[in-house]
């Protein structure tokens, strides 16, 4: 397989709240002959449903300004976060389809002698994997079947608004991530609601934090109804509502939530060899080793 090549843009979360994500997506990347270069002097992407609330010139030109530094390297942009996917994304989406827009970038980032083209796209950890590698070659690369039942979280960013993703399926009901989990041995699972919001996008979880933990810990208990082993994420943010929330949910409301999180580079890793501390598994908040213990790799 010939080698890909990306400008790998981190956001905040993964860096400094999750680095075990970030080591899941470099190993399995790694090993799957994909390059990631690290995007230096790269931001806050800043996040599609706080900061364009408040300045959509701010929002814009701090997204442009991220895609131009990976154009500078020559490289298509790929993230492991569902809100930097949709800011990049569709700043790129405004670029093109709006000369204001257009102008307006170029006028801000002149005054920090910069320019952006148009020139690269901004994808997902989840679109290199689905359509430049393929369910079919990541198959080759599974040494080990999960005997698992996850609960498949999309999460909203990733396939909304449609018309700024590339999934090509049913936004309402698509199959494409259930497709890669299951790659994996693991069997994605019925749930209730599968489609609803993690509870902490568009600023609920730092304005509403009971409003937020009140919709992940509905997702919680559907996912204990489902007989789930696991949720399966692919976003830095849900990961930490999920896996985070069930501490912040167990302490305000006397409960005792452990439902294990993994991000989906972490599950591919383990399906591909790759230990859980490689993978780091052990970062999470709520212990991931009944499902380790399943699979027999604790």
């Not at 806050?44 to 449903?49: E, I, L, Q, R, S």
């Not at 996912?223 to 929330?245: E, M, P, R, T």
Request: glycine share 8%; proline share 3%; charged share 25%.
């Amino acid at each position: 397989m010939s080698t890909l090549r990306y400008a790998f843009f981190l956001g905040c979360i993964m860096p400094n709240r999750y680095p075990g994500l970030e080591s899941s997506i470099r190993r399995v990347f790694k090993e799957l002959g994909i390059e990631l270069v690290d995007m230096k002097g790269a931001s806050c992407c800043p996040a599609p449903g706080v900061a364009r609330s408040f300045s959509f010139d701010a929002w814009l030109t701090l997204a442009a300004r991220n895609l131009s530094i990976a154009e500078e390297m020559g490289l298509d942009v790929v993230t492991g976060c569902n809100g930097c996917y949709a800011t990049l994304r569709e700043v790129s989406h405004e670029y093109h389809a709006k000369e204001r827009i257009r102008e307006k970038v170029n006028s801000y980032l002149s005054q920090i002698g910069r320019s952006f083209n148009g020139k690269i796209q901004a994808k997902h950890v989840l679109e290199v994997l689905y359509f430049d590698i393929g369910v079919e070659n990541l198959k080759k690369f599974i040494k080990k079947q999960l005997n698992l039942r996850a609960v498949v979280h999309y999460g909203c960013h990733l396939i909304k608004p449609s018309n700024k993703r590339p999934w090509m399926e049913s936004v309402e009901r698509p199959r494409f991530f259930d497709e890669l989990v299951e790659v994996t041995g693991a069997k994605s699972v019925d749930v209730k609601d599968k489609y609803m919001c993690c509870g902490a996008g568009g600023g609920v979880r730092s304005g509403v934090i009971d409003v937020a933990l009140d919709i992940t810990r509905e997702k919680i208990e559907n996912a204990y109804a489902s007989k789930a082993d696991c949720i399966v994420n692919a976003c830095s943010f849900c990961h930490l509502q999920f896996d985070l929330g069930q501490v912040e949910i167990n302490k305000a409301r006397n409960t005792s939530y452990s439902m294990p999180i993994i991000y989906y580079t972490q599950l591919l890793g383990l399906a591909m060899g790759f230990s859980p501390k490689e993978l780091g598994l052990h970062q999470n908040f709520i212990s991931v080793e009944p499902l380790l213990k399943k699979i027999g790799t604790a």
